[in-house]
C-alpha cells in the first residue's frame, strides 16, 4: 500500500512539472502573457475529527494537528494546482457513561493531496476556494482507555490494532491569502470525507466506517519562480 501511495505522489508531482514547463514555453513566446508562480511552503493546522459509523457510536471530536509542506504551481490568472505532503492525525472519540475521560482511537496518516486553487480578485488580500482529493497511508495509531471503564463494558475492537487500510476521499475549503511580496499567507478552513472504511465492510461490525473532519490551518508560501 506504501509504494502505492509513493506512487500516486510521484504522479501527481510529474504532472505539476509538466505543466510548469508546457507554461513556461508558452509565455516565452508572448512576453505580455500572464507569468506563471510557482511556491513553495510549509503549513500547520488543527482537525476536528469523527467517524460514520453504521451502525451508529456515540462519538465527541477527537481533535489532533495537521504538519505539512505546499507546492503552488499558478499556470494561468487565479487557477492553480496545490499539492500538499501532510502528516495529519484523525480517528474518534467515545463518551462512556459515568466516566470524566472518553475512549479515544488516534490514527497518524501520512498524506498526499491535490487541490485545484482558485483565488479571486488582484488585491493583497483576496478570497480563495480549494477543491481536492487526497490519499493517505496509515503510519501510527493510538488507543487511549479510560481507567474506571469495566472490562465488560469494553466494545469488540478494543484493544485490537486497525487494519491498515489506504484511505482516500474527497475535500474542499475556503479562506484568504494575503499577499506580502514574495511571501503569501494562506488560512483556509476545509471539510473532507473519505470514501472508504477505517473497518472492512467484510468483518460485519460496520457497514460503513468514513472518517470525516474539519481543519483550520494556515500556510506560509515563498515564491520561487514567476510573477513580476
Not at 510521484?10 to 513566446?29: K, P
Not at 498524506?111 to 493517505?136: D, K, M, Q, W
Amino acid at each position: 500500500m506504501l509504494k502505492t501511495v509513493c506512487w500516486y505522489g510521484v504522479t501527481a508531482i510529474f504532472f505539476a512539472a509538466c505543466c510548469l514547463l508546457s507554461t513556461v514555453v508558452y509565455a516565452q513566446e508572448d512576453s505580455t502573457a500572464f507569468r506563471p508562480q510557482t511556491y513553495l511552503g510549509v503549513q500547520y493546522g488543527m482537525n476536528w475529527n469523527t467517524v460514520m459509523f453504521s451502525p451508529q457510536i456515540d462519538q465527541a471530536t477527537l481533535v489532533g494537528n495537521r504538519v505539512g509542506a505546499v507546492f503552488r504551481y499558478v499556470g494561468q490568472a487565479h487557477l492553480g494546482l496545490q499539492l500538499e505532503v501532510a502528516y495529519d492525525q484523525r480517528g474518534w472519540a467515545e463518551p462512556r457513561e459515568g466516566l470524566a475521560s472518553n475512549y479515544t482511537r488516534e490514527i497518524d496518516y501520512l498524506e498526499f493531496a491535490a487541490f485545484s486553487h482558485i483565488s479571486i480578485g488582484n488585491r493583497s488580500v483576496r478570497p480563495l476556494i480549494l477543491l481536492g482529493s487526497y490519499l493517505s497511508y496509515p503510519v501510527g495509531q493510538l488507543e487511549t482507555i479510560p481507567a474506571g471503564l469495566a472490562p465488560s463494558l469494553y466494545r469488540d475492537y478494543y484493544e485490537e490494532p486497525l487494519p491498515e487500510r489506504l484511505q482516500y476521499g474527497l475535500a474542499g475549503g475556503v479562506g484568504a491569502e494575503i499577499y506580502l511580496g514574495n511571501l503569501t499567507l494562506q488560512l483556509d478552513g476545509r471539510y473532507r470525507s473519505a470514501l472508504g472504511g477505517i473497518f472492512s465492510s467484510s468483518d460485519n461490525r460496520f457497514i460503513f466506517s468514513n472518517s470525516q473532519g474539519f481543519t483550520a490551518q494556515a500556510s506560509l508560501l515563498f515564491r520561487i519562480f514567476g510573477g513580476k
